[in-house]
């Protein structure tokens, strides 16, 4: 993760979005106020999203395990067309 400060990114945009995108990283940039932002790649963002969609999903997995487990399972038929 690179960081920069505001002013340094804005003089140089061009150059932190082409590390962003060709580079794969993710750029920090601190502004006043704690009001910091993050730069990054289209991809990456997309790739971070997939990986917390699949972590959600496998709890929901494990939360089912675990009703099973203690008994609240509920049998039902299948239903065939």
Known sequence: MLAAN????RN????YCDKASDDNEIVLV????????????LE???????ELRNARYL????RGFAQIE???GVAHELIED
Do not use: P
């Open 6 to 9: 505001y002013t340094t990114v």
């Open 12 to 15: 140089n945009l061009k150059d």
């Open 30 to 41: 601190t502004r006043k106020a704690d009001k910091n932002v993050v730069i990054m790649s």
């Open 44 to 50: 990456r963002l997309n790739q971070i999203e997939k």
């Open 59 to 62: 709890a929901k997995i494990d």
């Open 70 to 72: 203690a008994g609240l």
